[in-house]
């Protein structure tokens, strides 16, 4: 993946207590990818944010519990009500 031009972060500490940072496009506002303290090695794309979305498959389903009932969620994914179980915040 590559990431081209500067990007806007806003930081916000997570339900864990870990630090999320967003990145988002500072013209339009779309959000690009996302970072978690907790989890240093994993960066968060945005699917949206993607030329072709459908080269990446869905590993979870995380935030079951604010989604909209008429959101078909795939049955064969692992699903958490928040976020799943991660590293100690830092």
């Given at each position: ?28 506002g779309s959000p690009a990818y996302s970072l ?55």
């Open positions: 993946m590559k990431v081209e031009g500067k990007v806007t972060q806003w930081d916000k500490r997570a339900d864990s207590g870990n630090m999320v940072t967003r990145a988002f496009c500072p013209t339009c978690n303290s907790g989890t240093p090695e994993l960066f968060f794309v945005r699917a949206a944010s993607l030329d072709d979305p459908s080269r990446f498959a869905p590993q979870m389903i995380v935030y079951t519990s604010s989604g909209f009932s008429w959101d078909y969620l795939d049955p064969a994914l692992p699903r958490f009500e928040k976020m799943p179980p991660m590293a100690a915040p830092r």
